[in-house]
């Protein structure tokens, strides 16, 4: 079974950036959809971005313009650039696979967390004003 692990968290001040790294067990070869999840304390986890077979993403309105999912196969990698970050992005976040096909919806947000089967166990990213 597929397997995932986050990397590169770690506390920022506000206005700076950080890529999140998360490296998958296996070949893709291009059938997994991907996302990015993230939880902040005594909240619920929400969606930050997905990326669908076709290569369609999707982002959360608040991280629209500021953060960019992308995959590279050869190193099995997905990856959540995050620029601009602001305080209010302190989470822990989360990556998230399926192999379910599901094609993203055209202006529409990503994918709620029932939509993945695979998880990672999530990489902390502070931010301080």
């Known amino acids: 079974q597929l397997q995932l692990m986050e990397s590169g968290g770690g506390s920022v001040q506000s206005g700076g950036s950080l890529t999140l790294s998360c490296l998958y067990s296996?070949?893709?070869?291009?059938?997994?959809?991907w996302g990015w999840f993230r939880q902040a304390p005594g909240k619920e986890r929400e969606a930050v971005a997905s990326?669908?077979?076709?290569?369609?993403?999707s982002y959360a309105d608040s991280v629209k313009g500021r953060f960019t999912i992308s995959e590279d196969a050869s190193k099995k990698t997905v990856y959540l650039q995050m620029n601009n970050l602001k305080p209010e992005d302190t989470a822990m976040y989360y990556c998230?696979?399926?192999?379910?096909?599901?094609?993203?919806?055209?202006?529409?947000?990503?994918?709620?967390?029932?939509?993945?089967?695979?998880w990672g166990q999530g990489t902390q990213v502070t931010v301080s004003s």
């Open positions: 998230a696979a399926d192999k379910g096909g599901w094609l993203l919806r055209p202006l529409a947000p990503p994918p709620g967390e029932t939509e993945f089967s695979v």
């Open positions: 296996e070949n893709s070869y291009g059938n997994y959809c």
């Open positions: 990326l669908d077979t076709a290569g369609s993403r």
